[in-house]
């Protein structure tokens, strides 16, 4: 099984950027697929974004595109979630999560973060 940390969340201000790290240890001879997912309080988690291991198929959800970015370094075993123009709408916990091969399921993922605090004020 794959661990994994996220870290970066923080306090920002609507309009602001901020960037989040997800490292990986464990079992990681096979390649995986990354994704990001969000909760807000009161709210189902929402798929934010997925990349596949070579980085050739990347999808974000649509309250996200154009906003942020995801990538991933393979040999620091790190993968990232660039975010621009954030929003107070922004604001939940975001978690990364791997997956065997490469898809936008949150079910199936099988490796998950602690999940790290974003929030976004006016």
């Known amino acids: 099984q794959v661990q994994l940390v996220e870290s970066g969340g923080g306090s920002v201000q609507a309009g602001g950027s901020l960037r989040l790290s997800c490292a990986a240890s464990?079992?990681?001879?096979?390649?995986?697929?990354m994704g990001w997912f969000r909760q807000a309080p009161e709210k189902e988690r929402e798929f934010i974004a997925a990349i596949s291991w070579s980085r050739d198929r990347i999808y974000y959800a649509d309250s996200v595109k154009g906003r942020f970015t995801i990538s991933r370094d393979n040999a620091k075993k790190t993968a990232y979630l660039e975010m621009s123009s954030l929003k107070p709408e922004d604001t939940a916990t975001y978690y990364c999560?791997?997956?065997?091969?490469?898809?936008?399921?949150?079910?199936?993922?099988?490796?998950w973060g602690q999940g790290t605090q974003v929030t976004v004020s006016s």
């Open positions: 999560a791997a997956s065997r091969l490469y898809t936008t399921n949150s079910a199936d993922f099988t490796s």
């Open positions: 464990g079992r990681t001879g096979s390649t995986y697929a």
